[in-house]
């Protein structure tokens, strides 16, 4: 170490007093990246890779982050500890690629782990800076493709309960980029042919360094590894409050209200009458206490006005002879929102291009077998029709109509927003998702908020649906529109049969467990670990109105230490840490609740 590097060190010891080893960590992770965020805003996560991934999995399990992105921002030993100069995080989350850094940045990062006892997790092939291997206990060494598998080679909290075989649950490869490294003081966890690929090192008694190897690219996408992640975050921290989403279904409907299906002629069927939705839908959804989460079109396009009017309160014959009845298709919903079966998420206004007039239109009062077969007009958010995509200021219209029309038609505003036939822009000035989230929404195939927009993958659910990490979002059968219900009125109650065991739950409720607040002290060290869970009055309303889940976690390491401890929720005794998960359950409501640590009087 240079003498620059070591005065700046010295200077931060002298700033910041000492942790106590005794003091438990704040429960939140600073995750540290380079340029892997290509949004200049710093709002939309998009692209794929590791960021976004975990970006999604900590959203999901409900482990509160904050992200520090290298390539904008100048490291400050103000990013890791608070305004009485304790530490901000329990631990940080190191998905750096560069190979270096400044002299400045590895005695911050150095002081961090060592002076403010903040933990340490790496990933992949994000270990290539001197400081990360010394703090890791593990020296880079290279890295090359293999065949190899990891495997588990002692117990750990970290690993255990998970397969003999880590890259189970995930896509089958002949080979994947595997790090090379040798071990110069941390423990083998897992290792792949005698390398290895999972390690820890003790910095000091409530502080660990942790490496989960593996190709960066691939790594993430096995459900082991992903499970690695998050015990690894309550290893490093000594605790976590988390979300498990095993066998939990939600399942989507779309275009009820949908013009499509009075006008586009391969899409054509009559609207659901109320009778059909009892019988198909309400009925079946009662009898195993489901839900379903109905993606509707509030705004139907009227032919004669040439604009557009309340869907529900249509009632015509439509130009194939066809009855359309939507005031009926109204008091199903209704009976259903009643029953507590059915909830109402957004289609978008219209589920049709905003211009209906320009050429190669118009669409008004075409012939059916002309303009109006053709599927492009029926894609709001995107011109499918001339190749081209819709403004902001058009789509920020249509998302707050779509609102506006749900919550005057039935009385809550839509906290999932779903295009018409997955038509969406991407740019950056007219993103969906990053306009979706400004408008209110919550969720958009991936995380929607205030503080960030997650662009949905259409191979999201299938890499992570169904897993521990992320509910399977199924799109109901026997089509996942109200189409499906109209040609087999039997086919949506037997994926209960295909499912048998599971939790079929709402949207509402995935969408609240995304945005609670998970708060911890900051101003004080933190003697007793005590949680503040906020549940948002917008976006976590169903977690207000019905009781509430999570798993309280401790680490081998902590337990001893809490062994005179008892927890407490909500003012309420539930007795002593026992076990390494103890399942919190908060009642309805209530928007914030409270987890404590108490110690026997």
Known sequence: MSGRMIRFALLLVALVPKMSAAQLKPYRVLFVISDQWKDPRS?????????????????????????????????????????????????????????????????????????????????????????????????????????????????????RGLAADLHQQGPDLISMRRVQVEVTGAKILADADGSPQVTENEISDDTRAIWIGGDIDQMLLYQPLRTALRRAVTEAIGYSLTKSWSKTIVLTMDDMGNAQNAWLEHWHYPALTAEQIRHSLIEPLQAHHAVLSLNIVPGFVDDTERGIVPTWQQQFTDSFGTKQDYVSTKQGLDEGIARGVLEIESHGWTHMQPDLTSPPGPWWGSPLMDERAEVGWYREFYDVRRGREITAAEQKFHMQQSADWIQAEFGEFPLEFSTGGNGVSRSPDNNTWRLAAEAGYGYYGGYLGKDLAVEGRADSNADFGGSDDVPLLLPAPPDGHDRGIAHDPEGFAKVFDRYPGYVFTGLDEYIGYQHADIRTPTSSPLKEPMLTVVYDPHYGRALISKPSSWNFQVADWLRPGLESSQIWVDGKNLGSVKDETTVIDFQAGGQTHTLELRRRK
């Open 43 to 159: 709002f939309l996560v998009s692209g794929g890779g590791e960021f976004q991934t975990i970006v999604t999995m900590f959203k999901s399990w409900g482990i509160p982050f904050d992200i520090l992105r290298l390539d904008q921002t100048q490291m400050d030993p103000n990013h890791f500890r608070d305004f009485s100069g304790h530490a901000r995080y329990g631990a940080i989350l190191w998905d750096v690629p560069d190979e270096s850094i400044s002299e400045g940045d590895q005695a911050i990062v150095t002081h961090a782990v060592q002076k403010l006892h903040i933990s340490l997790i790496a990933i992949g092939d994000r270990i290539r800076q001197p400081v990360i291997q010394q703090l890791l206990g593990i020296r880079y060494k290279n890295e090359h493709m293999n065949s190899a598998h990891p495997r588990p080679t002692a117990p750990s909290f970290v690993l």
